[in-house]
């Protein structure tokens, strides 16, 4: 069938009183933002997406409601790898990566949802079939900079059943408060968004080595430098995870090839969607290299990755963003029971979004 029409949904979601806050630039946060996408075809079947956007929501969102919605209209849904190629050809010229691309990554997670529905099989089914429907997660902090303030969500994380726990930090002495507050018995992983030269990483890994990292990711600056970061990896004596602001999974598999990382962690939300991210993944077993989801959501696009992880041959963690969320559209899929997702069971993503939340929680 036709696709009839594609809605971008922004929705602004609170948080709980004390629960832990998102830092964007510095700029602590009192909400969580996220773009679901809803696609209904002519028949009336309806799937869901999301896009990647939090706070930069705007031009994500104009990119899917002004140019990519009215491409897709009248378009078949049937072939969702043939339509994404197609459309990514057309748009290529606004950027490999960006909104643009975040846009069709939601569109492209939507018709997945619907060819569930149709076939009536979760989304896991139509990859190869659910090898597990246990998921372990683990909390992923944001930055906050003050080692007590560090030690004190580590350790509530601990408390709360997750065995591993990421850090978005860049020092050593916040890692050092962790580890403290943890024990051995949890791992950490460092997330240092991309800010050092090569030898400034070294340093810092020399400093945190001790700490038994499970991985150190996405060290260097630009993220493109796929030299530097092979280098650190050699060097640094502790594993290497990267991937997420890969734009495709040529980008992806050229930093696999180059011997860049250890793990290798696509964004479905960001890399074009569920084939994307599904061919990073078979291409990662192939060589014997990790794959961990870059999936901080929570709407389809979280979804979407517990049915992909579910699906891997090896295993997985799910990252799950360590905030307390006051309402979410699909509440009860994204709860974590003791460090822990179930696969949703139902066909395509599994669940339906809240309609009071969409409408109580909608964005301007």
């Excluded at 929705?11 to 209904?40: K, Q, Y």
């Excluded at 569109?107 to 990859?127: F, N, S, V, Y």
């Excluded at 997660?137 to 003050?146: E, H, N, T």
Aim: aromatic share 6%; with cysteine.
């Amino acid at each position: 069938m036709t696709i009839k029409s594609v809605t971008a949904l922004p929705l602004a979601l609170p948080l709980l009183p004390g629960s832990s806050r998102p830092n964007f630039a510095g700029r602590l946060l009192d909400e969580a933002r996220m773009i679901l996408v809803r696609v209904e075809t002519a028949d009336g079947v309806v799937g869901w997406g999301e896009t990647f956007s939090h706070l930069a929501w705007q031009p994500a969102h104009a990119a899917l409601r002004e140019v990519v919605a009215p491409l897709a209209v009248g378009r078949e849904e049937g072939d969702i790898a043939g339509l994404s190629l197609e459309l990514q050809r057309i748009l290529h010229l606004f950027g490999r990566s960006g909104a643009m691309l975040y846009a069709l990554s939601g569109l492209e997670i939507a018709l997945w949802d619907i060819a569930g529905k149709r076939a009536g099989k979760p989304i896991a089914e139509l990859l190869g079939g659910a090898r597990r429907r246990s998921l372990p997660a683990y909390a992923s902090l944001p930055r906050y900079g003050d080692p007590a303030t560090v030690a004190r969500y580590a350790a509530e994380a601990a408390g709360r059943g997750y065995g591993s726990v990421k850090l978005h930090e860049i020092g050593a002495a916040q890692v050092a408060a962790a580890r403290a507050a943890v024990g051995p018995a949890v791992a950490l992983m460092m997330d240092t968004n991309c800010p050092w030269t090569v030898d400034q990483a070294l340093a810092v890994a020399e400093q945190v080595r001790g700490q038994k990292l499970l991985w150190l990711e996405e060290p260097v600056w630009p993220p493109e430098d796929r030299d530097g970061l092979a280098e650190v990896r050699a060097k640094a004596g502790i594993a290497i995870a990267a991937g997420e602001n890969a734009a495709s999974p040529e980008e992806c598999i050229a930093m696999m090839e180059r011997g860049a990382v250890d793990t290798i962690q696509p964004s479905v939300t960001k890399i074009g969607g569920i084939g994307a991210w599904m061919r990073v993944a078979r291409a990662a077993e192939a060589r014997g290299i990790g794959v961990m989801p870059h999936c901080p959501y929570f709407g389809a696009g979280f979804l979407a990755t517990l049915h992909m992880v579910a699906a891997l041959e090896g295993e997985s963690l799910v990252e799950h963003m360590y905030y307390d969320l006051a309402a979410s559209p699909f509440a009860a899929a994204i709860q974590p029971r003791q460090g822990s997702f179930a696969l949703p069971e139902g066909p395509g993503l599994g669940c339906e979004p809240d309609p009071e939340v969409l409408r109580r929680y909608a964005a301007a």
